[in-house]
Structures are given as C-alpha cells and as structure tokens.
C-alpha cells in the first residue's frame, strides 16, 4: 500500500469514526431530551425518579463527551482538529469520494483484467 493510499485509508477511517462520534451524541441528546419531564410523563418520572434521574444525567454527561472528542485537539481524539490537520498536510484527500471505484473502473474500461 502505498502512502497516499495509507494516508488516505486513515482519514477514512477517522472521517468514520467522527462520524459515529456525532451520531451517538445526536442518541444520547435525543434520549435525554425524552427524559425531561413534561406534562404527560412527570408522574411516571416522579414515581422512578431512583431510575430516570441518573438515566438522564447519564445520557448527558455521554453526549457531551462526544461532543467534547469531535471538538478536541488531542492527538488521539476523532476530532474536527485531527481531520482538518490531515486535509492541511494533503488537501487532496479531501476530493476521496469523487474518486471511489475510480481506478476498478478505468481498468474496465481499458480492458485490464
């Protein structure tokens, strides 16, 4: 495997998994969300409040973690931070998705096996 191809499987990669990272926080907002209290589950909340209470804390102590990852500079984090140093090191990876399956169907089209 070439560099470029390494360099370009790990932004992939990375690109994933900030992906994934704002969609679990998008689930944990939303649950915590359900969770607050409103007229027409306050009394179900109230009467399991040993359960809910910590729940809901819970869900958002998760989606700001999330958040915090895709926001953070460290160098182990899935951040913007991380993505975008890669696109300042090598702008071209940026332009990966016009590209997939382009050099399986160049072949074809030349004929190569």
Known sequence: MSSKEQRLTE??????EVRKQLLDGQIHFDIWEQLWPTEENVHVLNAFRGFFLPTRNAHLDRFFI???NVV???ATSPSFYRLLNMLS?????????RHLGTSESTQEAKGAP
């Open 11 to 16: 932004f992939k990669l990375l690109l994933d």
């Open 66 to 68: 999330k958040v915090s």
């Open 72 to 74: 953070s500079n460290r």
């Open 89 to 97: 090191v090598a702008p071209s990876l940026g332009s990966w998705h």
